[in-house]
């Protein structure tokens, strides 16, 4: 059968439009920048095998004299301002504590923004959610690899735990006055749980390091001296001190938080009897130099080399440099950063706006699809000056922002759509949800 010319183009029509329907729509370009589109969490293998554990100290406490700052008692708008991965490598059987400023400079996989370590907890809608998203972070951090588990607790949960071993002795390295107005000695002491908050809390009130980095290191020292305590106990008493800690873990009155079955925590105190020297554990920290930025906040920017080295000798991993976590970074996103996403985003609705309504107009199709190719051309500009930071790489993305307002105010307005949009950043940045997705979160 030989069809005529005027049909075969008919068909050839019906065939390409049957197509057309059935291919996917062309979707928005995505930035490699977490500031803009959310990163999934990182994952890498280990040719040892580990179980990592994430300890957290929650700010939270209702016991005379240890408040969190700002007088916090709601659990979601806390922080976790110690947090500590105990890294037990099951092919060597050994132990590592690898402490995360609270301060530190980070991202949140999953979500758009940036945040400081300590607020991940606050990018969620739950507790429980929370932790996950600073097991997230924290496997980030680490160059991909898995944290397995988490243990949080509050203040008075710490109290309630040391207390339930009959407390600590440990070598004091200072003298001072602790959050709970009792005053302490440099030297060899008994510590009760309140000596323990007093001093794993220590910070603005320490005589000796009185940063951030050098809470973190009397946070492992503390967590060591636990252990080695715990072990003794376990060695003198058996079980029994276990099922103790086991039934205060689990009781209504202790707070905390954790996927730990009663089986894990069992198998966990064969690894702690396992230890022979608590002296072996090792103790590392990712540390970094401390700074205010992005507006007078205090941060800790990653030392890349030291965090490297870190990750090498716990894990044996070849990590590299984590991107967009310097201090001349957050420079670079006040002035461009920061108001170009919220421009970056306020396009996205619109063109997102655009493709869901029927029987657009020539002209309203035309508008959207020139802001969705300069939408694309943006986020390219973007990512190499978030990159490069030169002066021609900015100027580039200053051009590509420009010409994107302009094309989106055209393609609002074509659709009867966000006609009063707001392209420019307020003065808090952070409290903006078109650059900080969760924008209730306590900077301090």
Same mark, same amino acid.
């Not at 205090?298 to 984590?322: H, M």
């Given at each position: ?16 439009? @049957? ?68 890294? &037990? ?104 749980? @309140? ?25 492992? !020292? ?34 905390? +938080? ?35 930025? +992005? ?55 619109? &063109? ?34 978030? !990159? ?15 010409? +994107? ?40």
């Amino acid at each position: 059968m030989i069809l005529n010319m005027k049909k075969l183009i008919s068909l050839m029509l019906a065939v390409l439009l @049957v197509l057309g329907m059935a291919l996917p729509a062309h979707a928005l370009e995505t930035s490699k920048n977490p500031l803009i589109d959310p990163q999934p969490v990182p994952h890498v293998d280990t040719e040892d095998e580990f179980y990592n554990i994430l300890l957290a100290g929650i700010d939270l406490g209702n016991y005379t004299g240890l408040w969190a700052s700002g007088g916090k008692n709601v659990l979601e708008k806390c922080h976790t301002d110690v947090m500590m991965v105990v890294s &037990i490598n099951k092919t060597k059987g050994t132990v590592d504590l690898v402490s995360l400023p609270r301060d530190t400079l980070t991202y949140v996989p999953g979500v758009h923004g940036i945040y400081k370590l300590n607020a991940a907890f606050n990018c969620a809608e739950t507790a429980e959610e929370g932790m996950q998203r600073v097991c997230d972070a924290a496997t980030w951090l680490l160059g991909g690899v898995e944290i397995h588990n988490y243990v949080a607790v509050d203040m008075t949960a710490l109290i309630q735990l040391v207390d339930a071993i009959g407390g600590v002795d440990f070598d004091m390295d200072m003298s001072y006055v602790g959050h709970s107005g009792i005053t302490y000695y440099k030297g060899m002491q008994h510590l009760d749980g @309140v000596g323990v908050m007093d001093y794993v809390r220590a910070r603005k009130n320490a005589t000796v390091e009185y940063t951030d980095i050098g809470r973190t290191r009397r946070g492992r !020292d503390m967590i060591t001296v636990l252990f080695d305590t715990i072990q003794k106990k376990l060695k003198e008493d058996g079980m029994g001190v276990a099922m103790d800690i086991i039934n205060l873990m689990f009781s209504e009155e202790f707070n905390i +938080l954790t996927q730990l079955s009663m089986g894990d925590i069992l198998s966990l105190v064969d690894v702690a009897l396992s230890i022979e020297n608590m002296e072996d554990v090792g103790s590392h920290v990712l540390t970094g130099g401390y700074s205010l930025a +992005l507006e007078d906040w205090n941060f800790t920017f990653t030392d890349q080399d030291n965090r490297i080295q870190v990750l090498k000798d716990v894990y044996g991993i070849d990590a590299q440099p984590i991107p967009y976590v310097s201090w001349n970074y957050t420079t670079w996103l006040l002035e461009y950063g920061f108001p170009i996403s919220r421009q970056i985003h306020i396009a996205r609705q619109i &063109i997102d706006y655009g493709k869901q309504q029927n029987n657009l107009t020539a002209e309203q199709q035309a508008a959207v699809d020139a802001l969705e190719k300069q939408h694309d051309l943006t986020i390219a500009a973007f990512d190499t000056a978030a !990159d490069e930071q030169t002066i021609g790489a900015n100027d580039a993305l200053t051009a590509a922002r420009t010409r +994107l307002r302009k094309l989106g105010e055209e393609a609002s307005y074509a659709l009867g759509y966000m006609r009063d949009a707001k392209w420019n950043t307020s003065t808090l940045w952070y409290r903006d949800v078109l650059i900080n997705e969760y924008k209730d979160v306590d900077w301090r």
